[in-house]
């Protein structure tokens, strides 16, 4: 199974990108944003940036081995991801916000796919504009 990570900013294609990866026989349908996942990758940053400070000596041997731990972690739900969309042999997962944590995930997925939708500011400026513009109607 392969990974497919998707971010970038708010309104620069990153859903269109996903739709029509996702329209591949071979992957999930689109879902909504990995938020959880997020989180996952989110824990494991935190526990790197302080192991050294604060309580990473008390549960883990080294920094190696809070990552293995946090891989099994998130390699045990994108098992459970792929058992639910199955037949899928990729799964497609989109979340902006994790973009920068592109480089702490591929730590842990070091086979997992990255891609960045990139989008004019100015462009992406009027989206939103045009957003704000139908929510406030």
């Known amino acids: 199974m392969t ?3 998707i971010g970038g ?3 620069s294609g990153g859903t269109l990108l996903t739709s029509i990866l996702c ?3 071979t992957t999930n349908p689109t879902l ?3 938020h959880y996942l997020r989180e996952m990758v989110q824990a494991y940053r935190q526990g790197k940036q302080f192991f050294n400070t604060l309580e990473g000596g008390h549960y883990f041997s080294d920094l190696n ?4 731990f946090s891989a099994r972690w998130v390699d045990a739900f994108l098992d459970k991801l792929a058992v639910r969309h199955a037949p899928a042999t990729n799964l497609v997962l989109k979340s902006f916000l994790m973009s920068v944590m592109f480089p702490a995930t591929f730590e842990l997925l070091p086979e997992a796919r990255f891609l960045i939708s990139v989008r004019d500011p100015r462009d992406i400026a009027c ?3 045009d957003v704000g513009e ?3 109607k």
Request: proline letters at 5%.
């Open 23 to 25: 329209s591949d026989r």
């Open 9 to 11: 900013a708010p309104r």
């Open 65 to 68: 081995e809070l990552r293995q």
């Open 32 to 34: 909504r944003e990995a």
């Open 134 to 136: 139908k929510q406030r």
């Open 127 to 129: 989206s939103q504009i």
């Open 3 to 5: 990974c497919f990570f």
